[in-house]
């Protein structure tokens, strides 16, 4: 905490903390409260109230440039704010969780365009949520948790840079996405317009297990985990544009409405069914790559599949969507939150 007066750091006091008053500046000669608090690492400002939630959520979002990450990102928090019975009700910490959301909801929803790729390079901070539980509302009391959410560094992935590690280590779930799209014997099935319209970057083969790979190595780097140990941590695979190969799904539950937010849980023999849907599909279409570096690194019972569409539908032309009707975007984050207690199993 700084000074708002004088500018220095400030360590509040026990009675400060217990009665959660802002503390004052114990410099000589100054009258200044410490209302801001900085990180001690990166001096950057924090939310004066980053330290009252009753839960801290933190996840990283990961996957090849152009995987559908920005788009996913900001479908599913569109959808957590608008969908009619959504019982947790998000609102931005900060200004610049606020402005980055503000601008992409309005390309998505309002100019009905996807999101254009992040310029290569440059490395947006993580966005800072909070979620407010009605369900558990009482009469003076609602519980609130702080979600933070790093919206990763694409192919970047293979060269870390310190800060993005950083975040992928502290991150309780890794949201690694996976473009089917990007699959070698994928693309030449698909549509020339879907696929033109619904990709922005070329890959090399096994890009997406390679990136898989590097993320892993860098966990374990970070935790000082020998190559041969299976990281211990809660990993959603997350398959996204399902629309553009929905055909070779037929009736799948996958396709069919998310069942999580009407039953006010997490339906886990729903999440079962579509876990080897999406296993069976990718094994399928000989992508046993990706799933050979998500199985050898990672322990088995932390990791989920699921499948998602931020658009519901192709885009219907270049920088161009017809109706937005997101598809699951909801169901990995009803995971975590269901891991967090927060919401029941059913
Ligand atoms: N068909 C289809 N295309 C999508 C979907 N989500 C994203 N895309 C396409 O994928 C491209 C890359 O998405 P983006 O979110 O920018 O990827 P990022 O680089 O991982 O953040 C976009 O230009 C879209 O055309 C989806 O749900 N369905
Ligand atoms: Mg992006």
């Given at each position: 905490m700084v000074c708002n007066s004088c500018g220095a750091p400030v360590v509040p006091t026990k009675a400060e903390l217990l009665l959660k008053k802002t503390p004052r500046c114990s410099r000589t000669g100054c009258t200044g409260y410490a209302s801001e608090r900085i990180c001690s690492y990166c001096n950057a400002a924090l939310p004066p109230d980053i330290m009252s939630y009753s839960k801290y959520l933190r996840f990283s979002i990961l996957g090849i440039t152009g995987s559908g990450k920005t788009n996913f990102l900001t479908t599913m928090l569109h959808e957590l704010r608008?969908?009619?019975?959504?019982?947790?009700?998000?609102?931005?910490?900060?200004?610049?969780?606020?402005?980055?959301?503000?601008?992409?909801?309005?390309?998505?929803?309002?100019?009905?365009?996807?999101?254009?790729?992040?310029?290569?390079?440059?490395?947006?901070?993580?966005?800072?949520?909070?979620?407010?539980?009605?369900?558990?509302?009482?009469?003076?009391?609602?519980?609130?948790?702080?979600?933070?959410?790093?919206?990763?560094?694409?192919?970047?992935?293979?060269?870390?840079?310190?800060?993005?590690?950083?975040?992928?280590?502290e991150s309780k779930v890794l949201v690694i996405l996976i473009d089917p799209l990007a699959l070698p014997g994928v693309a030449s099935t698909i549509e020339e317009d879907i696929l033109n319209w619904s990709t922005t970057a070329d890959h090399v083969n096994d890009a997406s297990a390679k990136m898989v790979d590097g993320i892993a190595e860098y966990?374990?780097?970070?935790?000082?985990?020998?190559?041969?140990?299976?990281i211990n941590r809660d990993v959603a695979v997350v398959f996204t544009k399902i629309d553009a190969v929905k055909e070779s799904f037929g009736s799948a539950v996958v396709m069919k409405p998310s069942p999580h937010q009407a039953k006010k849980g997490f339906d886990k023999a729903d999440a079962n069914a579509v876990d080897a849907e999406i296993r069976d599909w990718l094994l399928s279409r000989g992508e046993t790559s990706f799933l050979d570096s998500i199985d050898t690194n990672f322990k088995s019972n932390k990791v989920r599949f699921f499948g998602v569409s931020s658009f519901g539908q192709p885009p219907t032309g270049n920088s161009q969507l017809g109706k937005v009707m997101p598809h699951r975007v909801l169901d990995p984050l009803y995971w975590m939150l269901s891991k967090e207690g927060i919401i029941p199993t059913v």
């Open positions: 608008h969908s009619p019975d959504s019982y947790l009700v998000p609102s931005p910490m900060d200004d610049l969780t606020k402005a980055m959301f503000e601008e992409n909801d309005t390309i998505i929803y309002s100019m009905h365009e996807p999101v254009p790729a992040t310029p290569a390079g440059s490395m947006p901070p993580p966005q800072l949520w909070r979620l407010k539980d009605k369900n558990k509302m009482t009469g003076i009391y609602i519980p609130t948790y702080s979600l933070t959410i790093f919206d990763g560094a694409g192919e970047d992935i293979e060269h870390i840079d310190p800060v993005v590690s950083r975040y992928i280590n966990v374990r780097n970070n935790c000082g985990l020998p190559p041969g140990k299976l």
